[in-house]
């Protein structure tokens, strides 16, 4: 079973629309996330991490943390064309020194 | 940003074949990963090193070798390719096994 769940699979989003992603692990030994994004035909890089309960906001992303459920959401408001990407959630083990990526969530944002 | 190149950047072998597949990165990073990428799969991991000369096995090492000769360079070794194996591979480097991973730009290889 995948250690790191994400969901939706894909969405759409019209612009200036809100975006949001979940993404949850089923191991007990994660304890922080990151999440990357991954353009068309690019390498996936950085876009926020979370080490801590609740809430961290930059710009118009926000990321958030529940640890005792594992989960993690990213919003992203006022969503433009170019947040269209694949965004993978990655799920850190830091006694295992131990990254998992989830499968990642298609965003598609329509002028 | 950290720096990391790939080579080739495509790749086309037929079944059977050997192929080598190049990272290097600039950053003096101690960790360094060797991913491969599909649809309906994400990102797996299939071997990472922590130094010149170490190896560990990921998540999905069969039919895989790997060698890191330097702390810069990091190979991915495919002896018999199969079909099975094409898929866009991707090297990432990091400081430490739980610090940003920063990923090269890929390699498209097709097993005929």
């Known amino acids: 079973q995948q250690k790191v769940q994400q969901s939706p699979e894909s969405l759409i989003v019209p612009e200036g629309g809100m975006a949001s992603l979940n993404c949850t692990s089923s191991?007990?030994?994660?304890?922080y996330f990151w999440w990357y994004r991954q353009h068309s035909g690019k390498s996936p890089k950085m876009l926020m991490s979370i080490f801590s309960n609740g809430e961290k906001e930059e710009g118009r992303f926000t990321v958030h943390l529940n640890k005792a459920s594992l989960h993690t959401s990213l919003h992203i408001r006022d969503s433009q064309p170019s947040d269209s990407a694949l965004y993978l959630c990655a799920a850190v083990d830091t006694n295992a020194y131990k990254v998992i990526f989830g499968k990642g969530t298609h965003l598609h944002v329509l002028p | 940003e950290a720096a990391v190149t790939q080579s080739p950047r495509n790749k086309v072998t037929v079944t059977g074949g050997n192929v080598t597949l190049s990272c290097r990165q600039t950053?003096?990073?101690?960790?360094m990963y060797w991913y491969r990428q599909d649809t309906g799969h994400g990102l797996r991991l299939i071997h990472y090193?922590?130094?010149?000369?170490?190896?560990q096995i990921g998540d999905v090492p069969d039919g895989y070798k790997a060698t890191r000769t330097t702390q810069e360079d990091f190979f991915l070794l495919l002896e018999l390719a199969s079909p099975s194996q094409t898929s866009l591979y991707f090297c990432a480097s990091s400081t430490g096994g739980q610090d940003t991973q920063y990923f090269g730009p890929g390699t498209r290889l097709l097993v005929l």
């Open positions: 950053n003096s990073h101690n960790y």
């Open positions: 191991d007990r030994n994660v304890d």
């Open positions: 090193s922590y130094g010149a000369g170490n190896l």
